[in-house]
């Protein structure tokens, strides 16, 4: 241990050895051909860890970045052996020659060792040319599905409207047998025009439902929207029912984003409708709109004191045609929630609940401020295959 202590106290001092050019018989050409191979090395050596350096920090998120740090120190520190070699014809050194050997074993040990440890997920990184392969699989799959989306709209479109024509029919001749023979009919005969009227009425309806279930994300141009102004639009239209049930509705500010009028309002109408229609007896509704701003995205929550949702039941009530209530209790398709749940997962967003049966059910949402949509990543794999 003493000659350690006495290794470190002399570490700088150089006259235990004479410089290298006394050590044997050195000839000019033999000493400079050593010291300038040394200092080429050396500088070498130096240019390596700083091209390392400078491609971590250009490259962001490089992978096995702890494997790059080591291997660039190491290459310094062999850097170092050389240049100390080259300064020892003049300065003897030796101790700190020592030293940095020393220290150039350790990082090159723990190099190794990295090496060793991250092999099977080096071996793992894919090459650029299997990440040129996965993105053409990927951009083909995506238009393909963009292609299979846009026929599914026109099919759904296409299918409303025909389905629509034969039920304006039946509704017609039905209120116009009622209006004609009416007289004529005993009770039974009235209730049943009633009941199929009623049906035509509901099959109306779901069609429409379906129809701008469908057409969620449709549009591929996203534009400032004001909520501010879309949620006010939409309370202006529940006047009537807020009138009616002697509702309460406490709305925050709300921001502007980026999105699609259409869908965002069917994402806010559809909620704020449900926390009017599922109130509990005899108790007026209280609807609270907030949002908060959590930095990269946007967290709302559409809060009422309506009959509550059983925790079972929290993923069932987004799924289509999913209803919890006869159609005597309370009106409606299914529809609403999937599209609700449809338009948060198409910009990217999550939509969940927390409820109290008896107490009321909050949903919250999230929206990034920053939407990637499907097109906008076919659009990107397009530019990057041209690269």
């Known amino acids: 241990m003493q000659q350690v202590f006495d290794f470190f106290q002399r570490l700088a001092d150089t006259s235990d050895w004479p410089p290298r050019w006394y050590c044997g018989t050195w000839t000019d050409f033999h000493g400079w051909l050593y010291i300038l191979s040394d200092l080429t090395i050396w500088l070498a050596y ?46 003897p050194a030796y101790r700190i020659n020592a030293l940095i050997r020393f220290l150039t074993a350790v990082v090159s040990v723990a190099t190794v060792v990295a090496l060793i440890r991250y092999f099977n997920e080096a071996v793992g990184l894919r090459t650029s040319k299997e990440y040129d392969r996965e993105l053409s699989y990927r951009q083909l799959a995506m238009q393909e599905l963009t292609r299979s989306n846009q026929e599914l709209q026109q099919f759904a479109y296409i299918a409303s409207h025909d389905l629509q024509s034969p039920l304006k029919t039946i509704a017609n001749y039905l209120s116009l047998l ?20 009623a049906a035509a009425e509901r099959m109306r309806n779901l069609i429409n439902d379906l129809l701008d279930f469908s057409r969620v994300g449709s ?10 102004e879309l949620v006010n639009e939409i309370l202006e239209e529940q006047q009537a029912e807020i009138q009616a049930t002697g509702a309460v509705v406490d709305l925050g500010t709300l921001p502007t984003i980026m999105g699609h ?44 004191n309506g009959i509550g949702i059983e925790r079972q039941y929290f993923e069932r009530v987004f799924q289509i045609f999913q209803r919890l209530h006869g159609r005597n209790q309370y009106s409606g398709t299914g529809i609403g929630l999937a599209t609700c749940k449809k338009v948060i997962d198409i910009y990217g967003g999550q939509i969940w609940i927390d409820s109290t049966v008896g107490q009321g059910t909050t949903f919250y949402f999230t929206i990034p401020k920053v939407i990637k949509m499907l097109h906008h990543f076919v659009q990107t794999d397009s530019l990057q295959s041209l690269n």
């Open 219 to 228: 549009e591929v141009a996203l534009r400032q929207v004001d909520l501010q």
């Open 178 to 197: 009622e209006n004609k023979h009416g007289d004529q009919l005993d009770p039974d005969a009235r209730r049943l025009i009633g009941v199929s009227t």
């Open 46 to 91: 130096m240019a390596i860890p700083l091209i390392l350096v400078r491609f971590i920090f250009i490259k962001k998120g490089v992978p096995l970045a702890g494997v790059f740090w080591l291997f660039g120190a190491f290459i310094l520190f062999c850097g170092l052996t050389h240049l100390i070699d080259a300064a020892m014809f003049w300065i």
């Open 261 to 304: 009028r259409t869908d965002l309002k069917q994402l806010f109408q559809n909620l704020v409708s449900n926390a009017l229609k599922y109130r509990r007896p005899d108790v007026a509704p209280r609807v609270s709109i907030q949002v908060t701003d959590e930095g990269h995205q946007y967290r709302f929550a559409i809060r009422d």
